[in-house]
T-cell receptor, first 113, second 113 residues
Framework: NAGVTQTPKFRILKIGQSMTLQCTQD?????MYWYRQDPGMGLKLIYY???????DKGEVPNGYNVSRSTTEDFPLRLELAAPSQTSVYFC????????????FGPGTRLTVL | AQKVTQAQTEISVVEKEDVTLDCVYE???????LFWYKQPPSGELVFLIR??????QNEISGRYSWNFQKSTSSFNFTITASQVVDSAVYFC??????????FGKGTKLSVKP
């Protein structure tokens, strides 16, 4: 099992560009999540999905979009990148909701200049 | 309000010292889960422990131990005989009924040889 994989590992964007952060899990988990981690801070939830075709906003969804067409994949789309979106992005997955541990991918470090 | 507070921003110890990382949480839920994650310098998030709100037994895993006290809303983490490899940022997190994790800001632990 590869667990949760994320691509790319690093990316530099110019203001106004768009990109998609990829996330794939091979654990057959129903739930998937996107978090961002700003320097010196904990992680904040951007979007989450409870299954294919179902997504919902987290704490900081503005400027992002997600889709979940398959159980395995949960891409995060940035439209019109802004410097405030410079952060490390983590994807996570869990089998169920409350009691299940979330397993994290290695992260994507994004810089918007 | 749901909140996790890790008051210690940074701790520095010498190898073989014991160290305790504090975590205080706030929630109105009666059922919730608490987690500790480790983030080594390489950046990934490593799951350490999960504890549910109905189980106040302390847990020990090798040099790691956790003390959960509902009366003080605390879930502290102790490393006994610390080692250089324990150097990392440690996050405490609360999972409430809606499913997403609420993270503290983390405690950076530096263990000097």
């Amino acid at each position: 099992n590869a667990g949760v994989t994320q691509t790319p590992k690093f990316r530099i964007l110019k203001i106004g560009q768009s990109m998609t952060l990829q996330c794939t899990q091979d654990m057959n988990h129903n739930y998937m999540y996107w978090y961002r981690q700003d320097p010196g801070m904990g992680l904040k939830l951007i979007y989450y999905s409870v299954g294919a075709g179902i997504t919902d906003k987290g704490e900081v969804p503005n400027g992002y979009n997600v889709s979940r067409s398959t159980t395995e994949d949960f891409p995060l789309r940035l439209e019109l990148a802004a410097p405030s979106q410079t952060s490390v992005y983590f994807c996570a997955s869990s089998y169920g909701q409350l009691q299940d541990t979330q397993y994290f991918g290695p992260g994507t470090r994004l810089t918007v200049l | 309000a749901q909140k996790v507070t890790q008051a210690q921003t940074e701790i520095s110890v010498v190898e073989k010292e014991d160290v305790t990382l504090d975590c205080v949480y706030e929630t109105r839920d009666t059922t919730y889960y608490l987690f500790w994650y480790k983030q080594p310098p390489s950046g990934e998030l490593v799951f350490l422990i999960r504890r549910n709100s109905f189980d106040e037994q302390n847990e020990i895993s090798g040099r790691y131990s956790w003390n959960f006290q509902k009366s003080t809303s605390s879930f502290n983490f102790t490393i006994t005989a610390s080692q250089v490899v324990d150097s990392a940022v440690y996050f405490c997190a609360l999972r409430r009924s809606q499913g997403n994790l609420i993270f503290g800001k983390g405690t950076k632990l530096s263990v000097k040889p």
